[in-house]
């Protein structure tokens, strides 16, 4: 039998409201006994040991609290085939990020939660804890970096992103599916080519002094005083391709030059961000590419604990 373990954080998977309700109900009330009930088969299949970490909504998770995990993982990996994690929605993709980018193995581990809590007339979390089990467990997923399973749809964690606070399908994005599975079988039908786990240099760094970085938001009109925020390192969530007004342009060169540092993202949810004459004619900004702010301002964070090197941490944001 494989040995699975699965560390719960919380979230709506471990939520109790109204019986048969979808909504008003609190996440991250359950225990992963209580969820692991739903699903009693799972236990002639599998090995299952149950490491209860936190029990919050995900929107209290922080950095200690990845550390926590990142460490529970690198601690107990070697003694099982894969890790399951279960977690809140709305924050889940910034987790899997960190820990794609910092956990010290090559084993399966998958995260994954639920919209609808345990208590609602059919709830996704039963089903989405089973087949994240079976990912989990299977040799396909050895080496993938993290990953995310929901809905029968397996994500990686660099590319996760929630994009519906409504349906169940709620990280659907089709082009950044890793693969699917059919009940318990499973499909990949690509691979996340950036670098990760034990090949990510965050996977070996002492972790215990993240600089602060914030995330800060243009809208028409937005006054440069917002990016006054005393962090050092500032990811600028622009408009449409990561552009802003001139006067955050000039005082954004002025920050700079006081060493700090910033990336170039887009609030909007699909495309690139690429360096630009116009915004950066200096090239002092990060372009986040592909990333989202809130997973560029994690990537970051851990650049900056390794460098200070501008162009190293340009070519970070490129392999990672
Ligand atoms: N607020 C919940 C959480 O992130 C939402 C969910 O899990 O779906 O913990």
Same mark, same amino acid.
């Given at each position: 039998?494989?040995?699975?373990?699965?560390?719960?954080?919380?979230?709506?998977?471990?939520?109790? #409201?109204?019986?048969?309700?979808?909504?008003?109900?609190?996440?991250?009330?359950?225990?992963?006994?209580?969820?692991?009930?739903?699903?009693?088969?799972?236990?002639?299949?599998?090995?299952?040991?149950?490491?209860?970490?936190?029990?919050?909504?995900?929107?209290?998770?922080?950095?200690?609290?990845?550390?926590?995990?990142?460490?529970?993982?690198?601690?107990?990996?070697?003694?099982?085939?894969?890790?399951?994690?279960?977690?809140?929605?709305?924050?889940?993709?910034?987790?899997?990020?960190?820990?794609?980018?910092?956990?010290?193995?090559?084993?399966?581990?998958?995260?994954?939660?639920?919209?609808?809590?345990?208590?609602?007339?059919?709830?996704?979390?039963?089903?989405?804890?089973?087949?994240?089990?079976?990912?989990?467990?299977?040799?396909?997923?050895? #080496?993938?970096?993290?990953?995310?399973?929901?809905?029968?749809?397996?994500?990686?964690?660099?590319?996760?992103?929630?994009?519906?606070?409504?349906?169940?399908?709620?990280?659907?994005?089709?082009?950044?599916?890793?693969?699917?599975?059919?009940?318990?079988?499973?499909?990949?039908?690509?691979?996340?080519?950036?670098?990760?786990?034990?090949?990510?240099?965050?996977?070996?760094?002492?972790?215990?002094?993240?600089?602060?970085?914030?995330?800060?938001?243009?809208?028409?009109?937005?006054?440069?005083?917002?990016?006054?925020?005393?962090?050092?390192?500032?990811?600028?969530?622009?408009?449409?391709?990561?552009?802003?007004?001139?006067?955050?342009?000039?005082?954004?060169?002025?920050?700079?030059?006081?060493?700090?540092?910033?990336?170039?993202?887009?609030?909007?949810?699909? #495309?690139?961000?690429?360096?630009?004459?116009?915004?950066?004619?200096?090239?002092?900004?990060?372009?986040?590419?592909?990333?989202?702010?809130?997973?560029?301002?994690?990537?970051?964070?851990?650049?900056?604990?390794?460098?200070?090197?501008?162009?190293?941490?340009?070519?970070?944001?490129?392999?990672?």
């Amino acid at each position: 039998m494989k040995k699975i373990a699965i560390i719960a954080t919380g979230g709506t998977i471990a939520g109790s #409201g109204h019986m048969g309700k979808t909504t008003n109900y609190k996440a991250g009330t359950l225990s992963v006994e209580n969820i692991l009930a739903s699903i009693p088969d799972i236990k002639s299949e599998f090995d299952i040991s149950l490491f209860p970490l936190l029990s919050v909504d995900s929107n209290e998770m922080n950095i200690t609290h990845w550390i926590a995990l990142k460490k529970k993982i690198d601690e107990i990996s070697s003694e099982f085939d894969g890790i399951v994690i279960t977690h809140g929605t709305d924050t889940i993709e910034e987790t899997a990020y960190f820990l794609t980018l910092t956990i010290n193995t090559d084993k399966p581990v998958v995260l994954t939660g639920a919209m609808r809590p345990a208590t609602a007339t059919s709830a996704d979390g039963p089903f989405n804890l089973w087949q994240a089990i079976h990912l989990a467990g299977s040799s396909l997923s050895y #080496g993938q970096g993290v990953l995310a399973l929901f809905s029968s749809t397996i994500y990686s964690a660099r590319d996760i992103q929630k994009i519906s606070n409504y349906k169940i399908d709620a990280f659907e994005k089709a082009n950044t599916a890793l693969g699917f599975m059919k009940d318990d079988e499973i499909f990949f039908s690509s691979r996340q080519m950036k670098k990760h786990t034990t090949s990510s240099i965050f996977s070996s760094m002492d972790l215990s002094h993240l600089p602060e970085v914030d995330i800060v938001p243009y809208y028409a009109g937005a006054d440069s005083y917002l990016l006054h925020t005393g962090a050092k390192g500032i990811v600028v969530m622009g408009t449409g391709s990561g552009n802003f007004s001139m006067k955050w342009k000039k005082e954004i060169e002025t920050l700079q030059k006081e060493g700090k540092f910033f990336v170039r993202s887009s609030r909007v949810i699909d #495309g690139i961000v690429f360096g630009d004459e116009v915004f950066d004619p200096h090239h002092i900004m990060i372009p986040s590419l592909t990333l989202s702010p809130y997973k560029a301002r994690i990537l970051l964070m851990l650049g900056l604990a390794y460098t200070n090197d501008l162009d190293k941490l340009k070519e970070i944001f490129v392999q990672y």
